[in-house]
């Protein structure tokens, strides 16, 4: 794999979400999308859309007998040190809609959508596994925290007290359909040995009857698309002078911060000995923390009563600049023999 290789998925990678998103907003202006449209839309992809993504994306995984510990730990210690830090960048702004927002664009990315062909690319079926594996891990807590993120400063007056913020935050997180979609899909992967147990003519069946699993597939293959085009939709322009400082933290932590503590953390300790990742591990980091806010990011905020019209500039705008820090992450673990 060459660097112009290299460059060119990361463009790949990235110009079909920005093209999506201008189809959205262009739409938008020729009165194909109605405020209503996109309110609609919005909702029935977080309620619908990427609820059945996730569970596909988990389902997918044979078990969890595979798992490597210290990678598994070492990216939860991460993310939970990236949400730590994100309540800094979020008290950098007054608006209590915005702190959530910049809060759960430091920690999130698009993992779930350019993890595997990023993965593949640079380690091939160890960088796929390695991916498919930490997404058990990472998936759950990204929507645990992003519910809680999304909770926390928005609570209504009368649950302004710290008890009350945090029951919100817990029943949100049980009645998120995006938390729901994760254990179902965990719950799946479970079963799958009592499945294989049962009588032959039993398993025989099930394995015809492959009719609900396509269409679950077809649901969660227009998750992104719809999502993006909602996305566009609601698009403002004008805004990104108003937002200018809220977007550059959030650019700042997404695509500076998360990849140099996520990356730049694993490539230290592996030097020192302390662990020992292979090149799929590494592969699977570059995907998981050199990648733009998350498109799941920006529908959730704007469901749950935050600034999602902040939340959408985020995508937008780490999704355009991350081209550059996925390729620099890339070079410079090639460099050091790490991919």
Same mark, same amino acid.
Request: glycine share 12%.
């Given at each position: 794999?060459?660097?112009?290789?290299?460059?060119?998925?990361?463009?790949?990678?990235?110009?079909?979400?920005?093209?999506?998103?201008?189809?959205?907003?262009?739409?938008?202006?020729?009165?194909?999308?109605?405020?209503?449209?996109?309110?609609?839309?919005?909702?029935?992809?977080?309620?619908?859309?990427?609820?059945?993504?996730?569970?596909?994306?988990?389902?997918?995984?044979?078990?969890?007998?595979?798992?490597?510990?210290?990678?598994?730990?070492?990216?939860?210690?991460?993310?939970?040190?990236?949400?730590?830090?994100?309540?800094?960048?979020?008290?950098?702004?007054?608006?209590?809609?915005?702190?959530?927002?910049?809060?759960?664009?430091?920690?999130?990315?698009?993992?779930?959508?350019?993890?595997?062909?990023? #993965?593949? /690319?640079?380690? =091939?079926?160890?960088?796929? &596994?390695?991916?498919?594996?930490?997404? +058990?891990?990472? @998936?759950? *807590? %990204?929507?645990?925290?992003?519910?809680?993120?999304?909770?926390?400063?928005?609570?209504?007056?009368?649950?302004?007290?710290?008890?009350?913020?945090?029951?919100?935050?817990?029943?949100?997180?049980?009645?998120?359909?995006?938390?729901?979609?994760?254990?179902?899909?965990?719950?799946?992967?479970?079963?799958?040995?009592?499945?294989?147990?049962?009588?032959?003519?039993?398993?025989?069946?099930?394995?015809?009857?492959?009719?609900?699993?396509?269409?679950?597939?077809?649901?969660?293959?227009?998750?992104?698309?719809?999502?993006?085009?909602?996305?566009?939709?609601?698009?403002?322009?004008?805004?990104?002078?108003?937002?200018?400082?809220?977007?550059?933290?959030?650019?700042?932590?997404?695509?500076?911060?998360?990849?140099?503590?996520?990356?730049?953390? #694993?490539? /230290?300790?592996? =030097?020192?000995?302390?662990? &020992?990742?292979?090149?799929?591990?590494? +592969?699977?980091? @570059?995907? *998981? %923390?050199?990648?733009?806010?998350?498109?799941?990011?920006?529908?959730?905020?704007?469901?749950?009563?935050?600034?999602?019209?902040?939340?959408?500039?985020?995508?937008?705008?780490?999704?355009?600049?991350?081209?550059?820090?996925?390729?620099?992450?890339?070079?410079?673990?090639?460099?050091?023999?790490?991919?």
């Amino acid at each position: 794999m060459d660097l112009l290789s290299i460059l060119l998925f990361a463009t790949n990678s990235i110009l079909p979400v920005i093209l999506l998103a201008a189809l959205g907003y262009f739409l938008k202006t020729r009165g194909f999308f109605t405020g209503e449209f996109l309110r609609i839309g919005n909702k029935t992809v977080f309620r619908v859309l990427l609820p059945v993504l996730l569970f596909t994306n988990l389902a997918e995984l044979d078990s969890f007998s595979e798992l490597k510990w210290d990678a598994v730990l070492y990216v939860l210690a991460v993310v939970a040190l990236l949400f730590a830090l994100g309540l800094l960048f979020a008290g950098m702004t007054p608006d209590r809609r915005q702190k959530g927002v910049l809060l759960q664009g430091v920690f999130r990315s698009n993992f779930a959508l350019v993890g595997v062909p990023l #993965a593949q /690319l640079m380690a =091939g079926e160890r960088g796929v &596994q390695a991916v498919a594996l930490l997404s +058990a891990f990472t @998936i759950p *807590l %990204f929507n645990v925290l992003s519910v809680v993120a999304l909770t926390v400063y928005v609570g209504r007056e009368s649950e302004a007290d710290v008890q009350g913020r945090v029951g919100a935050a817990v029943k949100g997180i049980l009645r998120n359909p995006l938390i729901i979609g994760v254990l179902a899909g965990i719950g799946w992967v479970l079963l799958k040995p009592l499945v294989g147990q049962m009588s032959p003519g039993v398993t025989a069946f099930l394995g015809k009857c492959t009719f609900v699993g396509t269409a679950l597939e077809y649901l969660a293959r227009a998750s992104t698309p719809v999502a993006l085009l909602v996305l566009g939709g609601q698009f403002e322009i004008n805004s990104v002078r108003s937002l200018r400082k809220q977007i550059g933290l959030g650019v700042l932590g997404r695509l500076f911060l998360a990849p140099l503590l996520g990356i730049g953390g #694993a490539v /230290l300790l592996q =030097g020192w000995g302390i662990l &020992q990742f292979d090149n799929g591990i590494f +592969a699977a980091l @570059i995907s *998981l %923390f050199a990648t733009p806010a998350a498109v799941a990011s920006a529908v959730m905020a704007e469901e749950m009563d935050n600034d999602g019209q902040l939340a959408g500039q985020l995508v937008v705008w780490t999704t355009m600049l991350s081209a550059g820090v996925i390729f620099g992450a890339v070079a410079l673990l090639r460099g050091l023999g790490l991919v």
